[in-house]
């Protein structure tokens, strides 16, 4: 059992720290707010010795994803961390990265996508790459962000998986609110993670391999397929993984969190930090007797589809909060929710909230669970101004 | 080593691009290639922006390389090849990989993936300082796709976007001078070579590789397709290319400018204009004033650089 040390970080902190700890190989970076805080607590660890990582300060996000690509093909550890404009940036080789099963971890602080141009949270750069291929787990809190980053590594490397795994915090909520962490020790994230290997390193001259050829229409769908299958196999994993952490640290993670669903006729479905808010609506409304539950998404991607359904109780109405529009149709939370309850005997309805960094209050969610939420949740009503 | 008997040695054996990849009859692509290759001593990686080579040379399942050989995307070939270098270097020190084997890192890229969309990542990669030697094959244009005007295509070609026509002589701009942006970039070697001047390639690229740090070689190859020349006619032709001033053969060491083939005779630059199909036109004669143009450039670009070999100008 570990003796835990209790540390007051940020998320940004917290996961360079687990960065540190796992000390990969090569690094990439390039700034964005707000994930900044990430790559330059990681670069003073470097540079006091403290990681042994190469630290390749690359000349934009696009170079950051290519060169990882690269090191992580050629047999190295290797992380990232980027955002919004960032990841919009990288979005052509993220799909690559996914498809040449380039075991990346990625952190991801989650901010809105330009224009008009913002700094503060919203998922809408998640779900720009939502069909890429990777692994996106969302971290509620500090103490999340950090322990996924090491989950992640371990499930980026599984031999059934081989993927970029991307741990999303949502900006300056989590990225830069300080909060008590609970940290493992250097030996025993070192243990847990163990040693980069994976089947086909480029830097094997003695075994060459063509890695990235171009796929016609007779092989082009095989292949796809198989990248699919992949993060199909990254559900399992991920939930072996949560028993593996827990017997480590006692903190369970799975790839949907069940909050007071007991009898729950009106749940919640949402990613992130606005958990938080939302488990202290439903205590509140517990106390006063309703029946209110929340269901956290914790692996947006693979999507945990039979057990949201399993999950939910009988005849409930789950409501889903999503933290990015997809104008013109339905937001992605709210479609895979939908999606994944056809057939089932229950209501479905959606929320959009908080984009561009629009906090959610606790009176809202009481709306919301009351069924009296606007359709844009938080929206001023007046006009803005010309 | 820069022999002849050498690089016909090493291509005897397990050659590290074989035959049957479905590039052009007659494209220089592949010469070059094999003649950087073949000149190395040490193991490889080769890494591939998306152009003519990587599609002729991996359809899956077949590959024609017998080298570590990696393909990304188009932009970001000097990327890719940061990323490697980088885990070289890792995993050296972490005595994953023998500290005493140096596995070269060479990037192959078109002018395309060199001069336009992949000029960002390479002036990043230059900047670092990685150890790898970046090779654009210059066929002036993006030939994969059809013969499209790139920032390499030369003043006066006509391309499917720069064609010429009833108001057009083809391509109205200048050609970026890419060697002189990697020299800017004061990296310890740069060199300007030809698929036609095999032995010239080699030594440059001998040089390159003992450079420590960034190597980039702009390397002049005939595109039978997109230039419009018999396939057999690609050697003549990049000769006229180096024998009219147009495409010089040097280098600079250091920051030393030095011209490492001198043309015997300068011949007139028609003698590189004349056999090629989308130069056609302008030999006609209501562009003879254009024909002028380019020879005077080509003139004075000539002089600029024996001044600087000169020391005239330095780097």
């Not at chain 1, 949907?256 to 808010?277: F, H, M, N, Q």
């Not at chain 1, 889903?320 to 994944?340: H, I, K, T, Y």
């Not at chain 1, 089932?344 to 009481?366: I, N, Q, S």
């Amino acid at each position: 059992m570990s003796t835990a040390a209790l540390e007051l970080m940020t998320g940004g902190e917290s996961v360079a720290w687990a960065m540190r700890q796992i000390d990969p190989d090569v690094f990439p970076v390039y700034p964005i707010t707000p994930q900044t805080p990430i790559i330059q607590g990681f670069a003073k660890f470097v540079a006091d010795g403290k990681a042994h990582t190469e630290l390749v300060n690359v000349e934009s996000e696009h170079s950051a994803m290519s060169a990882a690509i690269g090191s992580a093909l050629a047999g190295a550890r290797t992380m990232t961390a980027t955002s919004s404009q960032g990841l919009a940036l990288m979005a052509e080789v993220v799909y690559i990265a996914a498809s040449m099963r380039a075991p990346i971890v990625m952190a991801l602080g989650n901010r809105a996508l330009s224009g008009p141009i913002n700094i503060h949270c919203d998922h809408s750069d998640s779900m720009l790459i939502r069909d890429s291929g990777v692994v996106q787990l969302f971290a509620e809190n500090a103490q999340e962000a950090y322990d996924l980053t090491l989950i992640a590594t371990r499930l980026a490397e599984r031999s059934d998986v081989l993927l970029p795994v991307l741990v999303c915090q949502d900006g300056f909520t989590i990225t830069h609110s300080a909060e008590p962490v609970e940290l493992l020790s250097d030996d025993e994230v070192a243990s847990f993670v163990g040693e980069y290997e994976i089947p086909h390193p480029l830097l094997d001259p003695v075994h060459p391999t063509s890695q990235g050829p171009f796929a016609m229409p007779d092989y082009y769908f095989e292949l796809r397929r198989q990248q699919i299958s992949a993060l199909e196999a990254a559900l399992d994993g991920f939930d072996e993984l949560g028993h593996e952490f827990e017997a480590l640290c006692r903190r369970r993670y799975r790839a949907v969190e069940p909050y007071r669903l007991d009898g729950a006729e009106r749940v919640i479905v949402a990613l992130g930090s606005t958990a938080g808010t939302i488990k202290d609506v439903v205590d509140e409304l517990r106390d006063e007797g309703q029946r209110v539950g929340l269901l956290r998404i914790v692996s947006f991607r693979p999507f945990p589809a039979q057990q949201l359904a399993s999950l939910l109780p009988d005849a409930a109405t789950a409501i889903v909060l999503d933290r990015a529009a997809s104008p013109g149709g339905a937001a992605p939370l709210f479609a895979e929710v939908a999606a994944a309850l056809v057939g089932a005997r229950v209501t479905v309805t959606g929320h959009v909230y908080g984009l561009g960094g629009r906090d959610l209050h606790p009176e809202d969610v009481r709306e919301v669970f009351a069924g009296r939420g606007q359709q844009y949740v938080g929206l001023r009503g007046e006009p803005c101004p010309d | 080593m820069s022999r002849l008997k050498n690089l016909v040695e090493r291509e005897a054996g397990l050659p590290p691009l074989a035959g049957g990849h479905s590039l052009c009859q007659g494209c220089g692509v592949p010469i070059v290639v094999r003649t950087v290759l073949n000149t190395l001593t040490s193991p490889v990686v080769v890494v591939n922006a998306t152009g003519c080579l990587e599609v002729a040379t991996t359809r899956f399942p077949t590959t024609a390389w017998n080298v570590p050989w990696i393909h990304v995307a188009f932009e970001n070939a000097a990327a890719v090849a940061s990323g490697v270098e980088s885990a070289q270097r890792a995993l050296r020190r972490r005595h994953a990989l023998p500290s005493d084997e140096d596995v070269a890192v060479v990037v192959f890229a078109g002018d395309g993936g060199t001069y336009d969309i992949g000029l960002q990542a390479l002036s990043g990669a230059l900047e670092r300082g990685h150890r790898f030697l970046f090779v654009c094959y210059d066929n002036e244009g993006y030939m994969n796709t059809g013969i499209q005007r790139s920032g390499a295509t030369p003043f006066g070609a006509s391309t499917t976007t720069s064609p010429s026509g009833l108001e057009s002589f083809g391509k109205a701009q200048q050609r970026k001078d890419m060697t002189a942006i990697a020299i800017a970039h004061h990296v310890p070697y740069v060199g300007q070579a030809a698929a036609s001047h095999w032995h010239d390639l080699s030594q440059k690229v001998e040089r390159a590789a003992a450079a420590d740090g960034p190597a980039f070689l702009n390397v002049l190859t005939n595109c039978p397709l997109g230039w419009g020349h018999e396939p057999r006619l690609g050697v003549q032709v990049l000769d006229a290319a180096v024998n009219s001033c147009f495409w010089p053969l040097y280098e600079v060491v250091d920051g030393t400018y030095r011209v490492t083939c001198e043309p015997e005779e300068i011949v007139p630059i028609e003698e590189w204009l004349r056999p090629q199909a989308r130069f056609a036109h302008l030999l006609r004669s209501e562009n003879a004033q254009i024909v002028e143009e380019i020879q005077r450039r080509v003139t004075s670009e000539w002089e600029a650089l024996l001044n600087r070999c000169e020391g005239g100008v330095p780097a």
